[in-house]
C-alpha cells in the first residue's frame, strides 16, 4: 500500500511541477524492487548492497523478515488508523485542483481566479505551490506516523523473535551439552572395560611366562622330566590335570623304573563317577602284573621289577576287548575278552601311583607304585606296532593326542617330587 502512495504521489508532483514556472519542492523517487521497503539497503540501481559480513546479512534478514510481517499487518494497523482514508481523499482532491490549474492556463488569470473562487480542495491553498508544499507536509507527517507505528510493532516483534529464537538455542544447547556429557560417560565406561581386559590380559601373559620361565629353569623341554614316588604311602602322588573323553580304544605309554618288592604296585589308575577302576594297570603283592578295564580283569607278561627303566605300552580296543601288552619296544602278550563293547567313560580322574577306591581318592598304601615314572602318554586309537617300537628305542616323539606328558599338565602331592630327566640319555647310561 506505501509502494501504492509514493507512486501516487509522484504522479501528482510530476504534474504539478510540469504546470509551474517558479521553482518549487521536488521529491526524488527511486525504483525499489517489488515487495521490499524504503530505506532496506537498495542502492540507485535497484540492486542490495553487499553485506560487508554474515553476522549483518543474518541480522539484515532477520529485519526483513519482520518487515515482511508488518507488511501483513499493514493493512490491519492503517484500517485501524483511518490514515488511507483520509490519504485518498486528500489526493482526490489533489488532482482536482491539478486538473483546475491546467485549465485555467488556457482560460487565463481571470478566469483561473474564478475557478479557485470556489475552493474545491476546501483546506488546501489556492496557489499550486503550496498545495504541493501543504501535501508534501502531510504525507511526511503521515508516513512518521507510520514509521512509528512501524518501529512500535518491528521493535516488539524483533524482541519476541529474539527471544524465541535465543530460548530455541539455549534448549539447542542444553541437548547437546547433555548428548555430549552422555558420549563421555559411555566412552569412559568402554575404556575402563577395555583397560581393565586389557590388564587382564597382561597379567595372565605375565603369569604364562613366568610358568613357563619357572620351567624351563627345572627343565629344557617340558616332557624332559620325571615324578618321583619314593615312599608306599597313601597320600604321596601325582595327578594329570586333564580327563579322557569317551573312547572305544586305547593306548597308553610310560616309562617305569622300580625295585618294590612285593610288587610295584600301581603306576596309574582312572576313575569316573560309579566306576573308580575303570582303567587301572597294578601290579599287587605277588601278582602279575594286571590290567582292569571296567573292573575286568586281564594278567599281562610283562616284568618290570628289576630297578632299571623299562618302555611299557599297552593296547586296547572295545571291539571283542581286544588288548596288547609291549615292553621295551616288544610285544610280549595279547588277549581278548577284556570288557568287550565297553566304551571307556569320560570326565575322570587320572592318578599316577595309587589305586582309586573312590574318584580321586580313598588310597591304599599297599598299592601304592613305589618308584620312577616318566613319559606317560595316552592315545585314543591303537598305535602300530612299528610306532611303539620308535617309542621304546627314542627314535620317535609323539606325544599322546588325549594325555600328553607336559610339565603343565601334571601334579604332584604329599611329597612326591619332579626332577629333569632326558630318559634316553640316563636308560642308556644305565645300560
Known sequence: MLALVV??????????????????SRFVCNAI?????????YGPTGNRVQSSSPVEDELRNTIIQLRETILQQKETIVSQQGTIKELNSKLARCEAAADESSQGKSR??????????????????????????????TMQSL??????????????ELRELLRQRLGALETQLLRKVAELEEEKSQLYNETAAHRQRTESALNSLLERITELEKNNNAFKSPEDFKVSLPLRTNYLYGRIKKSLPEMYAFTVCMWLKSSASPGIGTPFSYGVPGQANEIVLIEWGNNPIELLVNDKVAQLPLSVSD???HHICITWTTRDGFWEAYQDGERLGTGDNLAPWHPIKPGGVIILGQEQDIVGGRFDATQAFVGELSQFNMWDRVLRPVDIMGLANCSAYMPGNVVPWIDANVEVFGGATKAALEICEDRAFDS
Open 108 to 137: 487565463g488569470q481571470g478566469s483561473r481566479r474564478k475557478e479557485y473562487g470556489k475552493n474545491t480542495m476546501g483546506d488546501l491553498p489556492r496557489d499550486p505551490s503550496e498545495t504541493i508544499d501543504q501535501l508534501g507536509k
Open 143 to 156: 508516513k512518521g506516523r507510520l514509521e512509528n507505528l512501524e518501529s512500535s510493532t518491528a521493535n516488539l
Open 33 to 41: 524492487p517489488p515487495g521490499a521497503e524504503p530505506g532496506c539497503g
Open 7 to 24: 507512486g501516487l504521489l509522484y504522479l501528482v508532483a510530476g504534474r504539478a511541477v510540469r504546470s509551474q514556472d517558479a521553482t518549487g
Open 307 to 309: 630297578g632299571r627303566w
